[in-house]
């Protein structure tokens, strides 16, 4: 099996070019953490199926070319659809916004935290520069640099699960380890699609959109990493912690299903809430998702994440 190339036929704003940065250095990096024909199989089954699915293609095979032909009009009107509801929601960034007892562990357990957190042998280091964040917008301007939610969940979840904690619960880096060797995945699919940023095709369709300044938005846009991690992320606290929530009564399983489904996904709303990322952004990452759960072969053990994520994304 060769690994397609993907040709887009008819695509209206492929003239326009993209921002992007060159991370060739990073996807030659992590390939030596796949093996090339699973790798290869991953990658066209993400490529097939966001043509389908979010291009609404007809496919046609010819070698390794994945022949793409699009109907100029559905993309311009979903582009249009996807830019009115970024217009819609521009000024949610900056709603107050709660984890419920997950924020209540970060102010009175952590205090101030400084810009960019790191997880060090399971503490959080921090300096008292900043107030904990409240707003959408604080913690998508700590999301644009480090995973600063996900590392502080782990945290979270360390400190409420003491006792057990130690015997089998992974380290937050080999968590980090899986979300990051993955960006090869991201970033390859990106480069293929090479999809202009709202901002782009704001002035190109003329929809005025409120967009913030991001140093992680820079590659193009589809599929939205923030939200490709932000869903393996949850899958991947739910399968290692899987002893952790069986053991929970259904009351506190159904808050803590919830609490995770949160985390997990409102950092790739805050994306689009920001105007970096469209709406079927976020819908392609969710089809990679879903077949990366399947490469991991931990679809059947995540169905209950999976299931809830799933239901509060349809209701967005």
Known sequence: MSKLQLKLINEPYNNYGIMTEDHMEEIALLSKFFDETKYIKLYNRCLIDISKKIYKGEINIVGNILEVKLNPKYIKDMTRNDLQIIQNIGGKLDAKMSYGNLINFYTSYLFPLSPIEKLTNGKLLCAATKSYPTTHYEFFKYEDFDTFNWSVYYKYLSDKYINKFNMFAPSYSLIEK???????????????????????????????????ITYAGQTPAIPSGHSSQGFLFGALIYYNFKKYFDSLNKTDYDYELYLLVRVSKDTGHRRIMAGIHYPSDMLASWIMFEHILKYLKIDIQTKPYYDKLKSELDNF
Do not use: D, G, V
């Not at 202009?196 to 959109?209: A, D, G, V, W, Y």
């Open 178 to 212: 899986s979300l990051s060797i993955f960006n090869k995945l991201i970033l390859e699919i990106k480069m293929a699609f090479n999809r202009p940023r709202p901002l782009q095709t704001s002035f190109i369709e003329k929809i005025p959109i409120k967009t913030y």
